[in-house]
């Protein structure tokens, strides 16, 4: 028997290489079934048509450039190469990038994030800070070569020269740009070094304004504790930032209007409540110098209420004067009136007229009649000056 005899590890090898050296590059377009995922983040699924089904495997590494969820029974187009996974002798799919067919992945990516952050509430208009009036420095989170930086210096120091702008230069495409732009977002709520900030580039693709839609950009707006305007792209551009920031303005140059006051308008602003203050502090003087008119008009001439306040005070001084005399006049007629009566009815003044009271002895009881007294009685007559000692015989 001349035939090289192999064994199945060795088969397996074989067809292994000989798939991979024939398809190392492949597009695939099918239905997602069979999509699990385990502890190891690696996402295995099966790709089929009406009629076919091959296995697919992307792994975690080639996962970081995915912007959107797997599903399944999602349509999508895989790129990859075909290897043979020997432990089971089953062919596969590595697949290096996927997208879903008919929409874009960035597009895919970019709704699914905007309806997760919305359901979160990150677009909530309740949670959103009002911007300074006037803010002392303004800060700047862009290229610092673009047009969009140009544009905002132009505009803020036509509208206010003397306004101090602060900038942190970040690239605003490519891998590295969201995480500077949190990077900046995070120094300027660290340093509390400016009042407000604009956030943004000028216009481009999806895939240029794409850090403008990554989730950690997102949330890095979100928890800025600075006022965050987003000033992504043209009119017509709309980003995750844009839904996020505090206000989004449709340009650069609109940011730059709506952060800063002009100076005119500033001071015409001024004026107009210069002007509102100096009417109302008028309107008060007239207010009060009514009032003081009509306080006196009630009180007149003060001096002619304490005179005639002290008029009557003499009336009133005088009429208690009058009445005292007069009781005083009264009280010492009917003082002598009685006094009179007394007399009159004193029984000392009736002994005057020639009578006398005789009392028994001791007692002293009064004798009314003779036969209150018997012989041997002791009596005592009073006379109207002095007193007799008798005995009854």
């Known amino acids: ?214 989730e950690a950009v997102a949330r890095a707006i979100f928890a800025s504790r600075i006022p965050v305007v987003s000033a992504v792209g043209h009119e017509t551009d709309y980003t995750i930032a844009d839904f996020v920031a505090d206000l989004r303005a449709p340009t650069p140059s609109a940011a730059a209007e709506m952060v800063v006051e002009s100076e005119e308008h500033l001071r015409e602003f001024i004026r107009s409540l210069s002007a509102r203050l100096e009417m109302s502090i008028r309107q008060e003087l007239d207010r009060r110098r009514d009032m003081v008119r009509h306080a006196m008009r009630l009180l007149a001439d003060p001096r002619k209420r304490l005179e005639q306040y002290s008029q009557r005070v003499d009336e009133l001084l005088g009429r208690i004067v009058s009445g005292l005399r007069h009781h005083v006049r009264r009280d010492r007629a009917l003082l002598t009136s009685m006094t009179g009566a007394l007399d009159h009815l004193n029984p000392l003044a009736i002994l005057a007229r020639g009578y006398s009271v005789t009392r028994k002895m001791p007692a002293g009881t009064i004798v009314k009649e003779a036969s209150d007294v018997n012989p041997g009685d002791m009596l005592s007559t009073k006379l109207h000056k002095g007193e007799v000692l008798s005995r009854a015989q």
Not at 58 to 76: A, E
Not at 161 to 189: K, T
Not at 203 to 211: F, T
């Open 1 to 214: 028997m001349n035939a090289h005899i192999l064994t199945v590890t060795q088969l397996s090898h074989q067809i292994k290489n000989l798939l991979e050296g024939t398809f190392p590059e492949v597009w695939v377009e099918g239905e997602i079934s069979n999509l699990t995922v385990p502890q190891s983040g690696h996402a295995y699924f099966t790709i089929k048509d009406e009629q076919s089904q091959i296995k697919a495997v992307l792994f975690r590494s080639s996962q970081r450039h995915l912007k959107f969820t797997l599903q399944h029974g999602m349509q999508v187009i895989c790129r990859g190469r075909v290897s043979v996974y020997e432990p089971r002798g089953e062919y596969q799919i590595i697949v290096e990038y996927v997208e879903p067919k008919g929409v874009g992945a960035l597009q895919k990516a970019y709704e699914e994030l905007k309806a997760k952050l919305e359901k979160e509430g990150l677009f909530s208009r309740e949670r959103k800070k009002p911007l300074p009036f006037l803010p002392q420095r303004i800060g700047v989170v862009t290229s610092p070569t673009g047009a969009a930086i140009r544009d905002i210096l132009r505009v803020i120091k036509r509208r206010h020269p003397r306004m101090a702008i602060l900038i942190y230069p970040v690239p605003v495409q490519g891998p590295d740009a969201a995480p500077a732009i949190v990077e900046a977002i995070g120094y300027f709520n660290k340093e509390k070094s400016v009042d407000v900030m604009i956030v943004g580039r000028g216009g481009g693709s999806l895939e240029d304004l794409w850090a403008f839609n990554e």
